[in-house]
């Protein structure tokens, strides 16, 4: 990991001032012409030129600008004015090709031969987050990471790459990091810089800020992501409901279209056991079309409208209303107190009831007694529906109350959606309360819920 160890230094750079000069506003995209006007610049070697390649975010001419000023700059970077020695022309020069760098928008800074930084602007300073003392070695960056989030060791550097085997290096993305924490995500141009001889003098390096448009890539990657998950789980739904919907809506066609047309011809028990069947599809239907509207409801944020409900009353009148409509089902039903009351919706917490029952009901075997437990502890009521069914495990517990998943041993077991669960979460949520899926002791599994107790329950004792 790349780290600093120096102190920051001077202004905030976060805030820094400009110096006062016309060129102090001026962008890369006018470099070119300012470049044009600057003496001397085109003395780049031929090598030079031709290894330059157009970089994507950064016009080669622009480029081109910055390595030539910085070829003419770093020569006279060693030689500052002194009190009482006239001003060369050479220091002239080279102020202003330090004038034009410094003018520039994009983060430019210069190194010697040993990878020493000789010069940085105002941008790069404000691109780092610091404002480095000179000599320091490769760049003024806090920290370096790769866009994996790897540490970059020194040696891995774009600039340490280009010195060392003296050749411009492209193609690198990386990322930055400040030393008050914040990242950047920016694309280095590192180009060695020669005299005219072809002598090795040190090496400019220009940091584009990409941070915004790797966000803009993320948010595209991430949507595209979200929308291929939504595809394939838009397909899978499709084809489970497509299922779920026939099964039901043949039987009940099927057998009344038998009674229609040849009723008089069925005995008794035939035609009841059709009646029977048709009720049944028709329940079953009823459900599933009624979870997946109140599912569609509350996850386009509709509200529920809580009322204080005495809870064992409601649970009550829901054991007895499956049972008759299942009388070859027992159901159990144990409660530590007859008023327990919350703040719940009432039609919601009917269906919510009706969800666990069918659930246990399905899944447990034949001539299992479904036990129902209604307790309450300080600040909260709790319901409990316990079967003998094939159980869940700890690890998938979670999993249940997402929309359309089911268990491999659901599958293999009974019909069903994924939506019973999922819609008991959500109302649950809403009324602030919790809910749980678990294995029971000896077998099958206990699914329930828990809502806060109404602040008052005394006031509806008298309607129980």
Not at 173 to 201: C, N
Not at 326 to 347: F, K, N, Q, T
């Amino acid at each position: 990991m790349l780290r600093r160890t120096d102190t920051l230094r001077g202004r905030d750079v976060g805030g820094h001032r400009h110096n006062k000069r016309v060129e102090a506003s001026v962008g890369v995209s006018s470099a070119a012409a300012l470049h044009a006007r600057l003496p001397g610049v085109n003395r780049v070697t031929a090598p030079e030129r031709a290894s330059t390649r157009p970089a994507r975010g950064l016009p080669e001419s622009e480029l081109q600008a910055i390595t030539d000023t910085s070829t003419r700059l770093v020569p006279l970077l060693n030689q500052p004015p002194m009190a009482g020695v006239p001003i060369t022309r050479a220091q002239r020069e080279g102020a202003r090709y330090r004038r034009f760098l410094e003018a520039l928008g994009v983060a430019v800074y210069t190194t010697d031969a040993r990878g020493r930084i000789t010069f940085f602007n105002d941008a790069a300073a404000s691109f780092w987050g610091r404002r480095p003392d000179l000599g320091e070695e490769w760049c003024g960056s806090w920290r370096l990471y790769w866009n994996d989030g790897r540490p970059m060791r020194h040696e891995e550097c774009p600039m340490a790459i280009a010195i060392r085997e003296q050749r411009p290096v492209r193609g690198y993305e990386a990322i930055a990091e400040r030393p008050d924490g914040s990242r950047v995500s920016f694309v280095p141009y590192p180009t060695p810089l020669r005299d005219g001889k072809g002598k090795l003098i040190g090496a400019v390096n220009v940091l584009v800020d990409v941070t915004d448009r790797r966000r803009a890539e993320d948010a595209l990657r991430a949507t595209a992501q979200a929308l291929a998950a939504s595809n394939a789980v838009k397909d899978e739904f499709l084809g489970l409901v497509s299922h779920e919907l026939r099964t039901p809506v043949t039987t009940i066609f099927g057998n009344a279209r038998l009674l229609m047309d040849r009723a008089d011809r069925l005995s008794q028990e035939d035609r009841s056991s059709m009646l029977s069947d048709i009720t049944s599809e028709s329940e079953r239907l009823l459900g599933i079309i009624e979870n997946l509207l109140l599912l569609t409801r509350l996850e386009s944020g509709a509200q529920l409208d809580p009322e204080p409900q005495v809870l064992t009353h409601v649970v009550r009148k829901g054991v007895d209303s499956y049972m008759a409509r299942h009388p070859g089902r027992e159901i159990r039903l144990h409660s530590d107190s007859r008023h327990i009351v919350v703040d719940a919706d009432r039609v919601h917490l009917e269906m919510l009831l009706e969800n666990l029952l069918s659930n246990a009901d399905k899944y447990s075997p034949p001539g299992e007694p479904i036990e129902v437990f209604v307790s309450t502890s300080e600040s909260e009521a709790r319901v409990s529906v316990l079967d003998r069914g094939f159980g869940v495990s700890e690890d998938e517990a979670h999993k249940l109350f997402a929309p359309f998943y089911r268990a491999e041993a659901a599958k293999s077991t009974g019909n069903g959606i994924g939506v019973g669960l999922a819609v008991c979460k959500r109302v649950i949520d809403m009324a602030n309360g919790h809910i749980w899926a678990r294995p029971r002791d000896g077998g099958g599994s206990d699914f329930g819920f828990g809502l806060p107790l109404a602040e008052e329950p005394s006031q509806l004792e008298a309607t129980a």
